[in-house]
């Protein structure tokens, strides 16, 4: 046994393992801000340079020949049991139900743990395999009538995975396999638990140095765009302009599940 399955096997014993993937980002993963004790997922020619710009993280690869985010998350999901897998540019966590008089953002990191492990325990109690937050970063667009969901659609920037998910991201997607693995959970397990009052909110997704934004591009997001629909129907749409969201990425989609 290697002494990095050493560390997966200690890592699985915790009830919950925060987990982090990233990529030509070293010495500049914004969510250590918030979330400190985070596991890093990198590539294994990038490892020794993570470990020396974050000496106190753990520092994880996967094997040489799994190369990519989309055969990273799955690495992760077939390594790891109980886990909640975040981006390494989120910025803060907000609150969507804060009353007037109470501040929105949140960058303490122990309430920011508070919040994943609420969800976790929550998904636990119900049997829900998979938990998240929305993405919408508009208070305007949360109703305090539905708080919590249970189907749509799992940003992978911050989404959780429980024991006996049965789950596995399709490598044929460079982007978007969160949206694939969001459609496949509401065929396999039918739900999840979404928390709607908090959002994770991630800075420079499209732009920003390293991460996704070294390969991803307009044209891959419209094919795999096709793709999603030619594979799940018509749950999966292109994305409109809205009156609170004015601007969309070109390929962008969203999916609606009908139950």
């Known amino acids: 046994m290697t002494d990095q399955q050493e560390i997966i096997n200690k890592l699985n ?6 987990v982090c993937p990233s990529r030509s980002r070293a010495g500049n993963v914004k969510t250590l801000a918030l979330i400190p004790d985070l596991v890093l997922i ?5 490892n020794e340079q993570y470990k020396l710009s974050h000496p106190d993280v753990i520092v994880l690869s996967p ?20 886990f909640f897998m975040v981006d390494d540019d989120v910025v803060k966590v907000s609150r969507n139900h804060a009353c007037l008089d109470e501040e929105p953002a949140i960058y303490d990191p122990e309430m920011i743990k508070e919040v ?49 998910h049965n789950l596995l991201y399709s490598n044929e997607y460079g982007e978007a396999e969160d949206y694939y693995i969001s459609c496949l959970n509401a065929y396999q397990n039918r739900y999840g638990f979404f928390d709607r009052r908090f959002t994770f909110q991630t800075k420079d997704n499209f732009v920003g140095e390293g991460g996704c934004c070294e390969y991803r591009t307009i044209e891959m997001m419209k094919e795999n765009t096709l ?3 030619k594979t799940f129907g018509e749950c999966v749409y292109i994305k409109q302009k809205t009156t609170i969201k004015g601007y969309i990425h070109e390929g962008e989609r969203t999916i609606t599940i009908p139950f």
């Open 42 to 46: 990198v590539n294994s020619n990038q």
């Open 116 to 164: 994943i492990y609420y969800s976790y325990y929550i998904s636990k109690k119900i049997g829900a395999k998979i938990f998240g937050f929305p993405s919408t970063r508009n208070p305007l667009t949360y109703n305090s009538h539905t708080p919590f969901g249970f189907t749509g659609y799992f940003n992978n920037s911050h989404v959780g995975f429980l024991e006996g």
């Open 227 to 229: 793709k999603l629909r």
């Open 13 to 18: 014993e915790q009830e919950l393992v925060i």
């Open 63 to 82: 094997p040489d020949h799994i190369k990519g985010i989309t055969p990273t998350r799955t690495w992760i999901l077939e390594n790891f049991k109980n």
